[in-house]
């Protein structure tokens, strides 16, 4: 793993995107993997101004989303999906076809889910994939469990995730769904390339069990430190548990 730390959120998450076109730049046809929280807005605020800048061209690239509440879709206020088309599907020039996120709508998940799946494997596989931190150490939804599933399947949601996710639904934690659709760790190990971003105080403790402790399914991110081709990007405060601290941020 490689673990750059910066000194604000805002600078951390400009690394993660500066990676992305990056990538985009040197493979037009890039397929990359998206998430969403409060973390990544401010990598695709970034995204989106290369693009008006000129600097970025998605026309050729195909994205696909790590999860989505089961229950919701297009047009739903607290979906996934409607939080890509406000941060990036309706501002970059990704063709609507090639902007995929699970259908939590789908009336018939077992088809959705292996349909996803059967997606991205068509599409290539992952090249790269931009990952959050859950704070119960969860990726996508991936939720701390024994077991954990390899491909894109159907989850019960944690309260705590629940909770942290309830400002999407008016704060009310019991509106927010019981289930998701997410990526499987296999699915996003598959990635050739994993760029893990965490930002904030709050996830400090997180990113050091899952950079530094054991690998293990109560910690799902553990898992990436098996993924030969990670970069973590931190700020100074996500970093602060680290040991040897992380304490020389880049800019
Ligand atoms: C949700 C998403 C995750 C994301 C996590 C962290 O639960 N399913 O993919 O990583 O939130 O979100 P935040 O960046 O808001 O802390």
């Known amino acids: 793993m490689h673990v750059v730390t910066y000194a604000t959120a805002a600078r951390a998450a400009a690394a993660a995107a500066a990676r992305v ?23 695709y605020r970034a995204l989106v101004r290369a ?4 600097r970025a ?9 790590l999860d989505e509440f089961a229950g919701l879709g297009r047009g739903d206020a607290g979906s996934y999906r409607s939080y890509m088309e406000a941060h990036l599907f309706d501002r970059v020039n990704l063709p609507a076809r090639n902007a995929c996120v699970p259908d939590g ?39 701390p469990a024994d077991q954990l599933q390899a491909h894109t399947h159907r989850v019960a949601l944690q309260p705590a995730t629940r909770r942290t996710n309830a400002h999407l639904f008016g704060g009310m934690w019991q509106a927010v769904p019981t289930h998701g659709l997410s990526m499987g760790v296999g699915t996003i190990l598959g990635a050739r390339q994993i760029i893990l971003l965490v930002t904030g105080a709050a ?31 931190l700020d100074r405060a996500a970093a602060a548990n680290l040991w040897p601290p992380q304490s020389q941020p880049r800019r």
């Open 21 to 43: 076109l990056d990538h985009l730049r040197r493979q037009p046809a890039l397929v990359l993997g998206m998430p969403t929280g409060d973390t990544p807005v401010l990598m």
């Open 51 to 54: 693009y008006r800048a000129g």
């Open 57 to 65: 061209d998605f026309s050729r690239a195909t994205t696909f989303n």
């Open 105 to 143: 709508r789908s009336a018939d998940w077992r088809r959705e889910v292996s349909r996803y799946e059967q997606r991205i494997a068509r599409a290539g596989g992952l090249d790269v994939i931009v990952l959050g931190l859950g704070r119960n150490g969860h990726i996508g939804f991936n939720e």
């Open 203 to 233: 996830k400090a403790r997180m990113v050091s069990r899952a950079l530094t402790g054991p690998i293990t399914t109560r910690v799902p991110a553990s898992l990436l430190q098996a993924h030969p081709d990670v970069i973590v990007i």
